[in-house]
C-alpha cells in the first residue's frame, strides 16, 4: 500500500508539473504524451514478444515523434493559410499509420530479417497503444481552442477517479466478480464505484468552471444543461476507461503477463496507468468534437 501510494505522488506531481508547463507551451504537454507513447509501446513491445514475432523496435521508438512531427502539420497550415485550410492533425497521425506500414512492407522485400509476423505486431502497437494516446494531441491543441482547458483535464481526472474509486470500493465492498475470466481481483462493486468516482470528477471540473478557477470554463448552455453534459461526460468516460482497462487485462492474460512494466511500484508499467485513460481520451475527444461541429457549448 506504501509503495502504490508514493507511486499515486510521483504520478500526480508529473502531472501538475506538465501542466504547469502547459501554461508556458503546450509542447511542453505534447512532449509527455509523446514520452508515454514511446514507453507504453515500448512496453507492449516487451509483452507481445512473449506470444508474437518481435515487433521492431525502431518503428515502436520512432512512431510517436513523427506522429507529433505530422500533428503539427495541422497548426503550420492553419498559421500561413489561415484556418480554413487548416488540416486535422489526427488524420494526418491516422494516415502516417498507413503509410509506416507500406514503408515496412517495401523494407521487408529488402531485408529477410523482418517477416509479415514482426510487421503485424509492430502494426498492433502503433495502433494500440500509440495511436490511441495520439488523440491527447488533438485534446491539447484543438480541443482547446474550442472549450478552454476542460476537456483535457476531464480526461486524467475522470480516469484517475474512475480507478482510485473502483479500487477503494472493491476492496471495501468486494462481492461478485465483474470478468473473472478476464480480470478475477475487479468486483461490480468496484465497477460501479468507479462510475460514481468519474460523475465526480466530471462534476468537480464543472464546479471549477463555475467559480472561475484558472482557465476552467463551463459549457455555454444552461446550468440544467451543463450537469447532464458533464454527468454523461463522467459516466461513459469511466466506462471507457474500464473497457480500456479490461481490453489491457485480455492481453495481459494472452501473454501470460501480470503487469505491463515496474516503473510504478504497487501500480505496474506505463501502459497499467495509460490503459484506461487512452479509450477515455478518444471518448472524450469524439464528444466535444461532436458539440464543437453542432456548434454547441463551445466558449
Given at each position: 500500500?506504501?509503495?502504490r501510494?508514493?507511486?499515486?505522488?510521483?504520478?500526480?506531481?508529473?502531472l501538475?508539473?506538465?501542466?504547469?508547463?502547459?501554461?508556458?507551451?503546450?509542447?511542453?504537454?505534447?512532449?509527455?504524451?509523446?514520452?508515454l507513447?514511446?514507453?507504453?509501446?515500448?512496453e507492449?513491445?516487451?509483452a507481445?514478444?512473449?506470444?508474437?514475432?518481435?515487433?521492431?523496435?525502431?518503428v515502436?521508438?520512432?512512431?510517436?515523434?513523427m506522429a507529433?512531427a505530422?500533428?503539427?502539420?495541422?497548426?503550420?497550415?492553419?498559421?500561413?493559410f489561415g484556418t480554413?485550410?487548416?488540416?486535422?492533425g489526427?488524420?494526418l497521425?491516422?494516415l502516417l499509420?498507413g503509410?509506416?506500414?507500406?514503408?515496412?512492407?517495401?523494407v521487408s522485400?529488402?531485408?529477410?530479417?523482418?517477416?509479415?509476423?514482426?510487421?503485424?505486431?509492430t502494426?498492433?502497437i502503433?495502433?494500440?497503444?500509440?495511436?490511441?494516446?495520439?488523440?491527447?494531441?488533438a485534446i491539447?491543441?484543438?480541443?482547446d481552442?474550442w472549450?478552454?482547458?476542460?476537456?483535457?483535464?476531464?480526461?486524467?481526472?475522470?480516469?484517475?477517479f474512475?480507478?482510485?474509486?473502483?479500487?477503494?470500493?472493491?476492496?471495501?465492498?468486494?462481492g461478485p466478480?465483474l470478468?473473472?475470466?478476464?480480470?478475477?481481483?475487479?468486483t461490480?462493486s468496484g465497477?460501479?464505484g468507479?462510475l460514481f468516482?468519474?460523475i465526480?470528477?466530471?462534476?468537480?471540473?464543472?464546479?471549477l468552471g463555475?467559480l472561475k478557477?484558472a482557465?476552467?470554463?463551463?459549457l455555454?448552455?444552461p446550468?440544467?444543461?451543463n450537469?447532464?453534459?458533464f454527468?454523461i461526460?463522467g459516466f461513459?468516460?469511466s466506462?471507457?476507461t474500464?473497457?480500456g482497462?479490461l481490453?489491457a487485462?485480455?492481453?495481459?492474460?494472452?501473454?501470460?503477463?501480470?503487469?505491463?512494466?515496474?516503473?510504478?511500484?504497487?501500480?505496474g508499467?506505463?501502459?497499467?496507468?495509460?490503459?484506461?485513460l487512452?479509450?477515455?481520451?478518444?471518448?472524450?475527444?469524439?464528444?466535444f468534437?461532436i458539440?464543437?461541429i453542432?456548434?454547441?457549448?463551445?466558449?
Amino acid at each position: 500500500m506504501k509503495k502504490r501510494i508514493l507511486s499515486s505522488l510521483i504520478i500526480l506531481i508529473v502531472l501538475v508539473s506538465a501542466f504547469l508547463l502547459r501554461e508556458v507551451h503546450t509542447l511542453f504537454f505534447d512532449l509527455l504524451i509523446v514520452g508515454l507513447m514511446i514507453m507504453a509501446g515500448a512496453e507492449m513491445a516487451k509483452a507481445l514478444s512473449n506470444k508474437m514475432p518481435n515487433p521492431i523496435l525502431p518503428v515502436v521508438v520512432l512512431f510517436p515523434v513523427m506522429a507529433y512531427a505530422v500533428f503539427s502539420v495541422s497548426a503550420f497550415s492553419a498559421n500561413i493559410f489561415g484556418t480554413d485550410w487548416r488540416i486535422d492533425g489526427l488524420a494526418l497521425v491516422f494516415l502516417l499509420v498507413g503509410v509506416t506500414f507500406l514503408g515496412m512492407m517495401i523494407v521487408s522485400f529488402f531485408k529477410k530479417s523482418i517477416e509479415m509476423g514482426n510487421i503485424l505486431s509492430t502494426l498492433f502497437i502503433i495502433i494500440y497503444p500509440q495511436s490511441l494516446l495520439a488523440c491527447i494531441f488533438a485534446i491539447n491543441n484543438t480541443l482547446d481552442n474550442w472549450f478552454s482547458l476542460v476537456p483535457l483535464v476531464m480526461v486524467f481526472a475522470v480516469s484517475v477517479f474512475s480507478d482510485t474509486f473502483a479500487y477503494l470500493v472493491g476492496i471495501t465492498i468486494r462481492g461478485p466478480k465483474l470478468a473473472p475470466q478476464i480480470s478475477p481481483k475487479k468486483t461490480i462493486s468496484g465497477s460501479i464505484g468507479g462510475l460514481f468516482g468519474g460523475i465526480i470528477a466530471s462534476l468537480l471540473i464543472m464546479m471549477l468552471g463555475y467559480l472561475k478557477v484558472a482557465d476552467f470554463t463551463v459549457l455555454d448552455l444552461p446550468l440544467a444543461l451543463n450537469y447532464i453534459n458533464f454527468i454523461i461526460l463522467g459516466f461513459f468516460g469511466s466506462v471507457f476507461t474500464q473497457i480500456g482497462d479490461l481490453v489491457a487485462s485480455v492481453i495481459k492474460r494472452s501473454v501470460n503477463i501480470k503487469d505491463y512494466g515496474s516503473i510504478f511500484p504497487g501500480h505496474g508499467g506505463i501502459m497499467d496507468r495509460c490503459d484506461g485513460l487512452m479509450f477515455n481520451g478518444l471518448f472524450i475527444y469524439t464528444y466535444f468534437l461532436i458539440m464543437h461541429i453542432f456548434s454547441i457549448g463551445a466558449v
